[in-house]
Every structure is written in structure tokens, then in C-alpha cells.
């Protein structure tokens, strides 16, 4: 068996199956079935076997009564009353298959792609959250545009109606699946001879940001002033007006690399050239989650090579974000959370690969920084063996939106137990140890520090900005 559906009318997969006839739709999975990708279309009964690779996992799907209660909670905005637009957006591993609008009123429903526009954009993005949140991978999101031009999730449907449209749209995201899951259950074989195969699999880069402050007046300074808006080190786009007008926010754009030890050499030399470009003692650099009230930051990581998918997102959460949490300040980043670093917050780059947007900016000092891209790296690499899924509780998300450490801390042991099974691992056991040892001594980073100087930049004193 390479691929199984679980669906309760298995005849009214007609469609699907004429475009796939390699697919076996069942009501319910023998005990003896060891398929390599299972699809619940709806059938949430039997246990998800550990063999395969599960597409709507069966407590997700339990999940789905209390699906509003998780939406409130996470802060997803709900369809108001009055609405004027309505998207139904067919979602596979939470990227959009199909997406159809159509204007309330009207009978006409019209095929549009994900970037026909800004709101269809939102609109897909918005129906992502609503899933991962839920734990779900795969359904028919239903978003309505209320008359206050705000976008809200109405509804979910983990079992839609099979149509032709819909089993053209499926077939290559099931396909494109199964071949990462087959090439993901091969790699042990290669690993086994040679330990560091997967360290050429994924490639990683960055764009973490940080502020500017004049350490005289304590006060903001726009990364624009210094900083052209494009390049290796430029401005994010985010404008502000003002007694002072500008782009607030300054970004690092190193080359990526297959080895994430390299991408930190690559962000001291962008780093290097930002100083050039600033040289003034007087110049604070500040990284963290919020170095300025109504200001949160980012440290979005990038990744080529590696198929986005649910379950990968839900990897990088509980092995990446749960870890940064830990020695994040607690404060800013409940702050920051507000709008900012939800879970599973990922978005697709026009070079073909994705960004993880969870993490703060994590700048704060080269040791954190390269264990971050370190950590990043096992997960992108082994993410198929690392099952464990704290956020399968919605008391979890909420703990995590408000940067409760208190409640991440009796999970992380089991969390790293598992990073440290992977072969990976290894390659980089001495720079995570500096991770590990944060987390099990309570220590947590310092957003007030100048990470111009943890990280040994030759600071210009005798010249300063006024």
C-alpha cells in the first residue's frame, strides 16, 4: 500500500480516483495495512499508525467541536454576521490546492489564484492559521469579507464534496507528498554510511532584524536614515510617520548555506558591512522580540530543499519555538505575540523554498544565533522522526501566546531527548550545548544589550551620530 484514503462513502471519491487510480479509498485501515501516506477524509475512528505519514491526524479531527473555542483563544478572527465576500479554500499540508470566491447574492463561483490579490492572499493565509492551530492538514476553509472589509474564518470541512475540479487540484499535491515521504523513509539507509548526508539535503538562510537607539537620548532612530531599503543590509518594509519619517526597521540579508555555521560567518560579514554603514559609537543595535514599544521583530529563517507541510510546521514549533521561548524575555515576547510570531507562521519565497516567521529576532549574541540556525537545521533535516506535539493541546497555544515558560519548561527534557536521537544532531552537539545549558540553568536573553558588542564588532567610540 502506498497511499490510502479513509473515507466513509468510499464510491463518492469517483473523481479522485479516476485521476489517481493508484489511490485505495477504505472505510477504515486493516490492521495489517502499512501504508506509506494516510489521508482521513473526514474519518476520525482507529488509531493513526506510527509507519505512516497521517494527513489529518485522528485527535486533530476529535478536535473539531471545540474548533471555534481554539480560534478565539489564538485571537483568529471570526466571520461577523453581515458579509459580502465568501472563499472557499481547499487546503492540502495547509497550502491552497483551490480557491473559489464568490459574491454573496450571486450563483457565480470564480477559480482564483492565491496571488490575485492582496485579501486572496490574506484570505489563504488566515485559512492556514485556522487549520494548523486545529492540528489539520487538509480541508475546505470557509472565510467570509464582512461589510467592515474584515476577513474571518466561518467554517471548516475535513470531508468536502469530491468534484472534478477538486481531484485535478489534488492529484500533484499528493503526489509531490509521497515522494517526500518515500525520500524522507530512505535517508536512514544513506545516514548510516555516511553521518553528515543530510547535511547537504537543506539549505537554510536568514533575514533577522533589529532597531536602532541612540544610547545618549534613549530614543529610536529609523534604520532608513543609515541602511538603503534593498541589499545585504537594508530595511524591512514596514514605514512609520512621524516628527520623523522612515523604515524603523533594519534586516540582514546574508547568503544562505547548506551548513547553518556558514550562514553565521554570513550574517557577522552582513553585520560587518551594517557597521559601515552606521559607524558611530553612540548607535545601539537591539534585537529581541519588541526593542521599542509597538515595534516587535522578527528572526525569520529560510529553507530550501525541504518540502513545507504540516507536519514540519508542527516540528519547528514544538523543537524550535518551545527551545527560543525558554531564553526569550517573557514580557516583550507576550507582547509581540499579540500580532506578530504566532504558531506555525510560515511564508512561501519566490525562490521556491519557505520562511519559518515564529522566532524573535534572535541576534542577540553569536552563540544564540548559531545555535538557533543549528537547531533549525536538525529539524529541517529530520523533522520526519521528531513525532512529539505539545500544541495538541489548545491550553499549550494559549501558554505560548503568553510566553508562560513556567509551562514549557516539564516538556522540554522529552523535547531534546528527541533532537538528540537525530544523527544530525551530532554535527552540532557543541554549539547547541549552549542552548541547552540556558534552558536548564532559567537564563534568558537581554533585549537592553548592544549586540554589536556580543558580538565583538569593533565599535567606532570617538564617533558620534547627533
Known amino acids: 500500500m502506498t ?14 480516483c479516476q485521476e489517481m487510480p493508484e ?22 475512528e482507529g488509531p493513526d499508525p506510527d509507519c505512516a505519514v497521517v494527513i489529518n491526524r485522528a485527535k486533530a479531527l476529535q478536535l473539531l467541536p471545540e474548533a471555534r473555542k481554539v480560534w478565539q483563544k489564538n485571537n483568529i478572527n471570526l466571520h461577523s454576521r453581515s458579509c459580502y465576500r465568501r472563499y472557499s479554500i481547499y487546503m492540502f499540508d495547509l497550502l491552497p490546492v483551490l480557491i473559489l470566491r464568490q459574491e454573496i447574492g450571486s450563483r457565480a463561483t470564480v477559480v482564483v489564484g492565491v496571488n490575485s490579490s492582496k485579501e486572496t492572499r490574506e484570505a489563504t493565509a488566515l485559512a492556514a492559521r485556522a487549520l494548523h492551530v486545529l492540528g489539520l492538514d487538509f480541508a475546505a476553509v470557509d472565510i467570509r469579507l464582512c461589510s467592515q472589509g474584515r476577513l474571518g474564518v466561518a467554517a471548516v470541512n475535513v470531508a468536502p464534496r469530491d468534484s472534478r475540479l477538486l481531484a485535478q487540484a489534488l492529484v500533484e499535491p499528493i503526489r509531490r507528498r509521497l515522494r517526500e515521504v518515500e525520500l524522507r523513509q530512505t535517508m536512514s539507509i544513506f545516514q548510516r ?17 533589529f532597531m536602532l537607539r541612540d544610547n545618549r537620548t534613549g530614543k529610536m532612530l529609523m534604520a532608513s536614515t543609515f541602511f538603503p531599503r534593498e541589499g545585504t543590509v537594508g530595511c524591512d518594509s514596514r514605514f512609520v510617520k512621524g516628527t520623523v519619517s522612515g523604515y524603523p526597521l533594519a534586516e540582514l540579508r546574508p547568503a544562505p548555506s547548506y551548513s547553518p555555521l556558514q550562514l553565521t560567518d554570513n550574517i557577522r560579514r552582513a553585520m560587518e558591512l551594517a557597521l559601515r554603514l552606521s559607524p558611530y559609537g553612540n548607535i545601539e543595535w537591539r534585537g529581541g522580540s519588541m526593542p521599542f514599544r509597538k515595534f516587535p521583530i522578527g528572526g525569520h529563517i529560510h529553507f530550501a530543499g525541504v518540502l513545507v507541510s504540516g507536519q514540519l510546521l508542527r516540528a519547528f514549533d514544538n523543537y524550535l519555538a518551545i527551545p527560543l521561548l525558554l531564553i526569550e524575555e517573557g514580557h516583550t515576547a507576550a507582547l509581540r505575540r499579540a500580532k506578530y510570531g504566532y504558531l506555525g507562521d510560515f511564508r512561501m519565497k519566490v525562490h521556491g523554498g519557505f520562511e519559518y516567521r515564529t522566532p524573535s529576532s534572535w541576534l542577540i549574541s553569536p552563540e544564540i544565533a548559531t545555535a538557533t540556525l543549528c537547531l533549525a537545521k536538525v529539524i529541517a533535516s529530520e523533522y520526519h522522526v521528531l513525532r512529539h506535539d505539545v500544541f495538541a493541546c489548545p491550553e499549550a497555544q494559549v501558554a505560548f501566546a503568553a510566553a508562560d515558560r ?21 554535527l552540532y552537539a557543541r554549539v547547541l550545548e549552549v542552548l541547552e545549558e540556558m534552558i536548564l540553568a532559567g537564563r534568558t536573553w537581554s533585549e537592553k544589550a548592544d549586540i554589536r558588542r556580543a558580538w565583538g564588532l569593533r565599535i567606532p567610540r570617538s564617533r558620534i551620530y547627533r
Open 3 to 16: 497511499v490510502v484514503i479513509l473515507h466513509s462513502e468510499p464510491r463518492r471519491l469517483s473523481y479522485l
Open 23 to 44: 489511490l485505495e479509498v477504505e472505510k477504515k485501515l486493516d490492521l495489517g495495512a502499512y501504508p506509506k501516506l494516510l489521508i482521513r477524509w473526514g474519518v476520525n
Open 406 to 426: 513556567a509551562y514549557f519548561t516539564s516538556h522540554f527534557r522529552e523535547l531534546w531527548a528527541d533532537i538528540r536521537t537525530t544523527s544530525t544532531f551530532a
Open 193 to 209: 554510511a555516511n553521518p553528515a548526508y543530510l547535511d547537504k539535503a537543506v539549505s537554510i538562510g536568514a533575514d533577522p532584524e
